[in-house]
Every structure is written in structure tokens, then in C-alpha cells.
């Protein structure tokens, strides 16, 4: 991404008796602008942590020939000679093969001129699946629906989250930082707004039931807002097929994004009514289940 979108907190300057560099991950020097690692060197550094055999944090560092503390924390030099902090090293994720930095999206969500501030995390949801959650503290009057179609334009597939949550204030530990912990998980127990579905309506929901794992779903609920992604717009297309018999294209089911849209969708592909084989069901259900295991494990031996 670019550089010049990241946004963060000003911290300042280096006392006169310390050292602040930013480093690449090669440890050589980030030029103004460029987001690094912060390390700190100079007389007063410890020798290390008791009991800290492994040494990856306080090291020789070849390239500056002296001592340095790697602090974990992403920052960059701005013009002025301060110091922008940018968020932690540890908030790095591997989402199905591709590493991304939490931060970046942050970053992205927070160029929003309405957003005041962005914390995305990766959690399990239902089933111990993972997915990208960004909590955001910004005006009252906040289109998430707008906010969500800006960062697609942005930010490949895989960086984009799942859900978007707002949040009055962040939660606050003794310390003054934030309860990452105590941030609410999205939850799924909404009260449906419309009640009545036709026969391709009952199919589309349970299917998006199976994909989403969410047990109520409005006709004008966006897939995208209830969790979806690209794994799971494929895995939607593939059991559409298979209990229609129609093929759907990709690029419609991010356009016919609500049960009543696509239900439009797929008639006017079909116009005869879909075939409406219990067995079929009920073994597509069964297909994207095992699937979304599959999925969910590669994602967790990604991680190890």
C-alpha cells in the first residue's frame, strides 16, 4: 500500500541521550516516510532480559555495528523530525497464504474523513473460524455500507473485513491502553425484519445460513455485511448450481449481494421454477460445511 494513507500517533523525539532508528527487515535504515521497526540503542540499553536465551529483541546489529532493542512497534521519521507510531509488529496475520499487516487496513478504514479511529482484529467467530473484524469509533452519521464499498477499492480481497462494528469508545485498560479482549465479537442473534420468503428465497437463505453460520438472515441483509468474503462467494456460486442447476456469475453475486436480489437473479436465469430436491439440499449443506473445515484448518496451519 502506500505510504502516504498511513495515519497514526505522534510521539515525538528522541531524548538526547538515546537512539531511535527505524529499521527495514533487513535491519538497514528507513529512509523519512518509509514505516519500520523502531530500535532503540545508546549507553543506557540493558544487556537484555533475565533468562532470555534466544536474544531476538536486544541483539548486534551488523548493519549499524552497535547494540540495539527491537521494540516490536511500527513507526516512520516524518519531515519535521518526529516520530509517527503506526501500530504493533505483533499484529501481523497470515490469511489463506498472504501476510498482511492489521495495521495497513487500519490505516485504509482510518483515511476516511469521518473515522476518528480503526482497530482491526483476527478472531474466531462460529466454528473456530477466523475472520477480519474492524471496530471503528468515528461520526454518528457514518455510512458503513459506503465506508466498506470505499476500502474495496483500496484493499484486495483477503485485507477487506468481514464485519464492521462502531463503537462509542474503545475500552481502556488500568494501564491506558486498549482491551483488545474486552472489543465485542459480531453476533448473529438479530430479530428478522421481513418473514415472508418464496421457494428460491427458503433455498438462497439456508444456503447463506450454511456459508454464514448465521440462523437469521433478512431479505435485504448484504452477504457481505453478514460476514462474506471471496472464498465463500465461490463456495456460494458452486452450491447455487448445484441446487438450481443455473451457473451464476461471480462477478453477480457481488452485484445481486441480498436473498432478494439474487433470488431475482436466478429466476430470470431460470425461468422455470428451481428444483427444489430435498436430498440435493441437504447434501450441498453438507459439502460446504466440510469445506468451510478444510478452509478453516488450512488458515490455522497457516498460522503455526
Known sequence: MSEGVMKGNIIGVPNDNTKIYILDPQERLCPIGVSGEICVAGNQLARGYVNDSKGGTFKESSVLNKKIYKTGDYARWLNNGKIEFLG????????????????EIESIIEDNPMV???????????????????YIKGEENLNLSKLKEEIRIKLPNHM????FLTVKEFPITTNGKIAINDLPL???NTTRKT??????????EGIWQSILSSPNIDLDDNFFDLGGNSIKV?????????AFEVIIPVVDLYK?????????????????????????IESSLETIQNTIRILTNLDINDEK
Do not use: W
Open 186 to 188: 459480531p453476533t448473529t
Open 256 to 280: 445481486y449481494n441480498t436473498i432478494k436480489l439474487l433470488s431475482l437473479r436466478i429466476n430470470q436465469v431460470n425461468a422455470s421454477h428451481p428444483k427444489t430436491d430435498a436430498v440435493k
Open 234 to 242: 465461490m463456495i456460494m456460486s458452486r452450491l447455487i448450481k448445484e
Open 116 to 134: 476518528e479511529n480503526a482497530i482491526v482484529l483476527y478472531k474466531a467467530i462460529n466454528n473456530n473460524e477466523k475472520e477480519l473484524i474492524a
Open 88 to 103: 504493533r509488529k505483533d499484529t501481523q496475520v497470515k490469511i489463506r497464504g498472504h501476510r498482511i499487516e492489521l495495521y
Open 160 to 163: 477487506i473485513p468481514s464485519y
Open 195 to 204: 418473514l415472508i420468503f418464496n421457494e428460491t428465497e427458503q433455498i438462497i
